[in-house]
């Protein structure tokens, strides 16, 4: 005699490893991680003081 299988249970297991899937590709086609994020946000405020630094007092650029 076969298994006996909770059809409840094995749904939703089904539709959590498909969204699973589908959350794979959206992170992968979208997103990025927060160190990613965090990193990219550091080198533009390094960029944008090193500009300010050549900045003259009117405001204008050397």
Do not use: Y
Not at 33 to 41: D, G, M, P, S
Request: aromatic content about 4%; proline content about 0%; glycine content about 4%.
């Amino acid at each position: 005699m076969g298994e006996l299988v909770n059809l409840n249970r094995f749904k939703k297991r089904l539709d959590r490893e498909r969204a699973n899937v589908h959350a794979n590709s959206q992170r992968a086609k979208h997103g990025r991680t927060k160190a990613e994020k965090n990193n990219q946000r550091i080198l533009d405020q390094r960029a944008e003081a090193f500009l300010n630094q050549h900045l003259r007092d009117d405001g204008k650029s050397s």
